[in-house]
């Protein structure tokens, strides 16, 4: 029973593990129009960083979405980055490594049992 903690945080980690936030050189305009988003990270000119689900363009000037459950948006003109998810394969090598480590250490830390047929006695 110790090892579900285990399993599930790992599985939990794989669900995000592979991705990282990229800037994109693109206007928020292009950014929706091309990728559809599900998600943007913004950083505005104040250097404040937030994260809008289902983000669009409202009136040709704001982006908007859900920030935090709630609706919120940003003025285009005030947003100097933005960042969409995309695969990383740097992370998936990563955690595919150290999820076979993990389970080398558990599979190492059984060993043989007496009684289970391995001649040990």
Do not use: E, Y
């Amino acid at each position: 029973m110790a090892r579900r903690p285990i399993v599930c945080t790992l599985l939990l980690w794989c669900l995000t593990g592979c991705t990282t936030w990229r800037v994109q050189n693109l206007t928020p305009q292009q950014v929706i129009d091309r990728w559809h988003p599900a998600s943007v990270r913004i950083t505005t000119a104040h250097s404040s960083q937030f994260v809008l689900k289902q983000p669009r363009i409202s009136g040709g000037d704001s982006l908007v979405g859900q920030a935090g459950g709630v609706p919120d948006g940003v003025a285009i003109s005030d947003v100097t980055h933005v960042a969409i998810r995309r695969f990383s394969a740097g992370k998936t090598l990563g955690l595919i490594f150290l999820i076979r480590g993990v389970l080398g250490i558990m599979a190492a830390g059984r060993g043989p049992t007496v009684g289970s047929g391995d001649g040990l006695q």
